[in-house]
């Protein structure tokens, strides 16, 4: 089934530490980068042209995803510097239709990748406080809480937009006060990576009704 309209519009892609080995078609990519909204492959020049469609076949966790894609973008990568090399061309394609089980692995798929670079940036920052529990309530309803820092203080606004701000973040009206303040602390004290990061984790965690799962890690 088609994506709902809230999971159409544009999220951002999170690179892949490692590309995924996938298919379209008889052809064998690699993904590079994903996204609610859409992929990107490296290909060797096998795939369908722009503007045409087909359909991503890869594997996460032992689950088999189907993503029915447009080709939006096919640009050459890497010229071939002789007749028994093949050149790289990256596509970026559009999710146009997928199943609920797909929507879901691709969900837990990104949050897996972001979780696992929040700890690396966690460990690695200074700035990022000792004890740093990003938590993240499923996203139930219509209710948002938009956070933006305004001249180095927080401004608060309860919204039905579920849109992310340029600097600070949304998520659930129900997120507990006492994870609300952590979250604020944890983003103020990031560099603009982590802070990416934190902005994705929480796009995710109210881009359908069943979010995320309730992400908390610590030292």
């Not at 544009?10 to 590309?19: M, T």
């Not at 080995?21 to 008889?26: L, S």
């Amino acid at each position: 089934m088609p994506p709902p309209n809230e999971e159409r519009r544009k999220y951002q892609r999170v690179r892949l530490a490692r590309p995924v080995v996938a298919r379209v078609g008889a052809a064998r990519v690699f993904l590079l980068e994903v996204s609610l909204s859409g992929v990107l492959v490296a290909h060797q020049g096998n795939i369908p042209p722009e503007g045409a469609t087909g359909v991503v076949m890869f594997e996460w966790e032992s689950i088999a995803v189907a993503l029915e894609c447009r080709i939006t973008r096919n640009t050459l990568q890497k010229m071939a510097r002789n007749a028994t090399e093949k050149s790289v061309y990256h596509a970026a394609m559009e999710i146009i239709r997928a199943s609920d089980v797909a929507m879901k692995t691709l969900r837990d798929m990104i949050s897996e990748v972001v979780a696992r670079a929040l700890d690396e940036q966690k460990a690695n920052a200074r700035g990022i406080p000792a004890v740093a529990a990003q938590t993240f309530q499923t996203g139930k309803g219509s209710q948002f809480l938009r956070l933006e820092i305004i001249n180095g203080v927080w401004r608060r606004t309860e919204t039905t937009r579920p849109d992310q701000p340029m600097n600070g973040f949304t998520i659930s009206a129900e997120e507990p006060p006492e994870h609300v303040a952590l979250l604020c602390d944890t983003y103020a004290a990031a560099d603009q990576e982590s802070r990416k990061l934190i902005k994705l984790m929480a796009e995710l965690s109210i881009s359908k009704a069943e979010g995320i799962p309730t992400r908390r890690y610590s030292p």
